[in-house]
């Protein structure tokens, strides 16, 4: 079948595979490079690797705006007897010093983040997957379960209330996540030129 449009007339049906790569033209070895890296992008391993690196940056990134936000406050941080706070005793090094400290202390905090993140997206991304696969069916119950799963998975070492508790909290997260992405994805209206 030859579609048309928008270049789309340039696709061909992908080459045979059981002919060995060397053997192929650039464009056909660039349609199986590609075929090979879509595979890969859909794979549960694959959706796991790039939720684990989204989540990775993402962490990052607003680990590093909290770590930033949190010098604007120094009266939570408590004196006992005559001894003199941790502001204080920052605030009498020289300048330099202090910002070298400070920048430490925002790369600690944005990397402890990144980590969180990043951990959290693969194990919920996998999950979500080999739940997904495992049903054969791509509705909002995937994620209920998948965020059921990895909210249990990560509050296991608390107890079972605290499984119960992360499973109920990721779950319900989830599933308002995807109400709010799926529903965007209602029928268009019959005729949306005449308002």
Known sequence: ?????FGMEQIQ???????????LTPDQQGERGAQMMMDFMTSCPGKSAISGVTGFALGGVLGLFMASMAYDT???VPTPGNMQSPIQ????LPMK?????????MGKRSYSS???FGYIGLIYAGVECVVESTRAKNDIYNGVSAGCITGAGLAYKSGP??????????ALFSAAIDMYMKSEDGTPPENDFNE
């Open 97 to 105: 010093q202090q910002i070298k400290l400070q920048f430490a202390d």
């Open 114 to 116: 990144a980590k969180n």
């Open 74 to 76: 120094p009266l939570h």
């Open 89 to 92: 005793q920052m605030a009498d």
């Open 13 to 23: 049906p992908p080459p045979d595979k059981n002919v060995p790569f060397s053997q």
């Open 1 to 5: 079948m030859v579609y048309t449009g």
């Open 161 to 170: 209330q605290a499984a119960a508790i992360g499973c109920a909290g990721f």
